[in-house]
């Protein structure tokens, strides 16, 4: 049943009315989401392009039986909307928001440690089970339903990577943006964890960056599982300068610590393959999927 | 955001952290009038400019009267210093700070950064004061001990304790030393700071506790709430073109290359520059337009970039999410009219809106090429780039 969200996932929409709330709501409703609620404070009550209004996430849950909270609350009152989330018990909060102060990300984080509620993101554009459920806002278009996971520190960089994908006749599984900020929810390891206890998922195209250490962190997790399903990976940044933040907040080689050439010779290590070129992320998948029979020859033209 | 050391001990001195009498000077004749006022004795005379490693780049000396303190303050004032941090062109130094002298017994090193893998601050110590702490690092990572703390909680008196008698510190110093560790904690999370760093940290022969320098960077994302630091951002200190892209919201960097880029999303920027060297050739610039860009903000990106007289050749790499393709499509159309299309440009759009996108690209007579994928656009991009130097 792939992973964190489908056909049958319920979807509330904190910030709703709000103009990227509102689109990108319609966005995943269009592609077959189920959108039972918006919460936004205030305006419970009232109805929104179809769909109903409440004041409080709990009351939202109540009425719907919504199980997936997504966010597009503006930076200063993120932090709450996602602790909403957990006091109210959903099971998954999804927080597009950028721009979140990392003290404030780190607050959540602590909250929600035990909580029943896991976080993806912040600063990050969702997940999506192609042909199921996409809560998020990247462009639906470009998926097809499969078997292969995708999983990225980034945005776009995870779309270029699932239309070499689809170009291919590679389709996914579940694709998940885990989000390009130092203190973020759902890691690279939770998400591999998933991804190889998935009997939906045959393979995963991992997506990291320079800074921190999450993708050796990840190398060292699928090492000691001992999985056999097929990794290939590709780190953003080789080409960048050490000691300036390449955008993400996340994304800075500092004191000569979160190179790309580190983080490739780690995943190197795992036995998970490297692609050198952003180019080259369909075709080391594509590879892979043939060398172990998973796919038909043809994915290699 | 990065502020100079006055102001970060400004910041810290709300605080509570000890630190010494100083006067900030931008000529060399208020250089001696400040040393002066502090008493006519030893006073220590630093520049004043964002980048670390000032002492050995020759920006920071001991000046024994107010005549002396003006000869040194008019050899700093001016000079382009040059250190590790700063790349081989330096900075002009503008401003230097007269601060009185200390006798010092021990120079000690604390700091705090957000540490990713626990997702906490974490404070950190080491006997190693006065150097780089990424040195301490690299070659003994025992070295440097560490406490990690939870904002609201705080560094806990035991935790600052435990530092300072590991530090090796007796009697009133460990008092001392342990009052300033909160008082950095505290400010960390009060001020949204992204780095805090007391280096060195010194013990003086009186066994009082200063902080003998200081840095304080502070997280972009929180300036909103932070409103009096915003004041403190010298843009003299900037890179005159990131300066003006972060006025319009965009992230800019500047590097060496040849190759202009705007791409939107940062993965997808540090991809293309990574695909752009890949083929052969430099990226002049790292250009995220962002998610929710609009036609003014793309504008902008791309008379930045038109601006940056190194650049023989642009390529724009826009995979559409948020960011509409027309959007996009639009602003290079505009831009490229408004101030005229120097160089070749080299187009790759995939995502929403692309196909409207491309018409406006096809119907504005614009001279541009398209390319089909990224590798598609690297080889066009380098080739033209290569075509004119």
């Given at each position: 049943m792939a992973i964190l969200v489908n056909s049958e996932s319920r979807v509330l929409v904190q910030g709703l009315t709000g103009s990227a709330g509102s689109?990108?709501?319609?966005?995943?409703?269009?592609?077959?989401?189920?959108?039972?609620?918006?919460?936004?404070?205030?305006?419970?009550?009232?109805?929104?392009?179809?769909?109903?209004?409440?004041?409080?996430v709990a009351e939202a849950v109540a009425e719907t039986g919504a199980d997936v909270s997504l966010i597009f609350v503006p930076p200063p009152f993120a932090a709450d909307a996602?602790?909403?989330?957990?006091?109210?018990?959903?099971?998954?909060?999804?927080?597009?928001?950028?721009?979140?102060?990392?003290?404030?990300?780190?607050?959540?984080?602590l909250a929600l440690e035990g909580s029943g509620t896991r976080l993806l993101g912040p600063n990050c554009p969702g997940v999506i089970t192609p042909g199921q459920c996409k809560v998020g806002i990247m462009p639906g278009y470009i998926h097809m339903p499969g078997r292969v996971g995708v999983v990225s520190r980034s945005g776009t960089l995870t779309?270029?990577?699932?239309?070499?994908?689809?170009?291919?006749?590679?389709g996914q599984s579940t694709c998940i943006g885990i989000g390009g900020d130092p203190v973020i929810g759902t890691t690279f390891v939770d998400a591999l964890e998933l991804y190889l206890a998935d009997d939906d998922t045959d393979a995963i195209v991992l997506i990291g960056e320079i800074g921190g250490t999450a993708e050796e962190e990840a190398a060292a997790f699928y090492a000691a599982s001992g999985s056999t399903k097929p990794i290939a990976s590709f780190v953003a940044g080789a080409t960048a300068p050490p000691g300036k933040r390449m955008g993400h907040a996340g994304a800075i080689i500092a004191g000569g610590k979160g190179t790309a050439a580190e983080k490739k010779a780690a995943l190197s290590a795992a036995g998970i393959a490297v692609a050198d070129s952003p180019a080259d992320m369909g075709i080391t998948m594509a590879k892979m999927l043939v060398e172990r029979g998973l796919a038909a020859a043809s994915v290699l033209d | 955001m990065k502020i100079h050391e006055y102001q970060a001990k400004q910041v810290l001195s709300a605080f509570g952290v000890a630190t010494l009498e100083n006067r900030v000077c931008r000529t060399p004749e208020e250089a001696e009038a400040a040393a002066r006022e502090l008493g006519g004795g030893t006073v220590v005379v630093k520049a004043q400019v964002h980048a670390g490693g000032r002492g050995k780049g020759g920006g920071v000396k001991l000046a024994h009267s107010p005549e002396e303190a003006?000869?040194?303050?008019?050899?700093?004032?001016?000079?382009?210093?040059?250190?590790?941090?700063?790349?081989?062109?330096?900075?002009?130094?503008?401003?230097?700070?007269?601060?009185?002298?200390?006798?010092?017994?021990?120079?000690?090193?604390?700091?705090?950064?957000?540490?990713?893998?626990?997702?906490?601050?974490?404070?950190?110590?080491?006997?190693?004061g006065g150097v780089e702490i990424e040195e301490v690092a690299a070659r003994d990572p025992d070295a440097i001990l560490k406490e990690p703390f939870a904002p609201d909680v705080g560094l806990?008196?035991?935790?600052?304790?435990?530092?300072?008698?590991?530090?090796?510190?007796?009697?009133?110093?460990?008092?001392?030393?342990?009052?300033?560790?909160?008082?950095?904690?505290?400010?960390?999370?009060?001020?949204?700071?992204s780095l805090a760093e007391i280096n060195p940290l010194v013990v003086t022969e009186d066994g009082d506790i200063i902080a003998l320098d200081?840095?304080?960077?502070?997280?972009?994302?929180?300036?909103?709430?932070?409103?009096?630091?915003?004041?403190?951002?010298?843009?003299?200190?900037?890179?005159?073109?990131?300066?003006?892209?972060?006025?319009?919201?965009?992230?800019?960097?500047?590097?060496?290359?040849?190759?202009?880029?705007?791409?939107?999303?940062?993965?997808?920027?540090?991809?293309?520059?990574?695909v752009i060297q890949h083929h052969g050739g430099m990226p002049a610039n790292f250009l995220d337009v962002g998610g929710g860009a609009t036609l003014e903000r793309v504008t902008e990106a791309f008379t930045i970039i038109l601006e940056d007289p190194k650049v023989k050749a642009i390529l724009?790499?826009?995979?559409?999410?948020?960011?509409?393709?027309?959007?996009?499509?639009?602003?290079?159309?505009a831009a490229a009219r408004q101030i005229g299309l120097s160089v070749p440009l080299v187009v790759r759009l995939e995502g929403t809106n692309v196909e409207r996108g491309r018409e406006i690209l096809a119907e504005s007579g614009i001279e541009l090429t398209v390319a089909g994928d990224m590798t598609d656009a690297a080889s066009k991009v380098v080739a033209a780039a290569a075509s004119r130097s």
């Open positions: 689109f990108h709501a319609g966005q995943c409703a269009e592609y077959g989401t189920q959108i039972v609620a918006g919460v936004v404070p205030g305006k419970g009550g009232t109805i929104h392009a179809g769909t109903p209004v409440f004041n409080t996602v602790l909403e989330c957990g006091d109210a018990g959903v099971p998954l909060a999804v927080c597009i928001t950028e721009g979140i102060p990392a003290m404030d990300e780190v607050r959540i984080k779309y270029e990577a699932v239309w070499q994908l689809t170009s291919r006749g590679i | 003006r000869e040194v303050a008019d050899a700093i004032l001016g000079m382009d210093l040059i250190t590790h941090q700063t790349g081989p062109e330096g900075v002009k130094v503008r401003l230097v700070m007269v601060e009185q002298g200390c006798r010092i017994a021990r120079e000690l090193y604390a700091g705090i950064a957000l540490d990713r893998a626990s997702g906490m601050p974490v404070m950190m110590a080491s006997s190693e806990q008196a035991f935790q600052a304790r435990r530092l300072a008698f590991r530090l090796g510190l007796e009697g009133k110093q460990v008092r001392g030393a342990a009052k300033m560790f909160q008082q950095l904690a505290r400010a960390y999370v009060a001020r949204d700071a200081a840095k304080m960077d502070f997280d972009d994302n929180a300036l909103y709430r932070q409103k009096d630091l915003a004041g403190m951002r010298d843009t003299s200190e900037e890179d005159p073109l990131e300066a003006r892209a972060s006025a319009a919201d965009l992230a800019y960097i500047a590097l060496d290359g040849d190759i202009g880029c705007m791409v939107n999303g940062a993965g997808l920027a540090m991809s293309t520059m990574d724009v790499n826009i995979f559409g999410g948020i960011m509409k393709c027309d959007v996009i499509a639009d602003g290079v159309v």
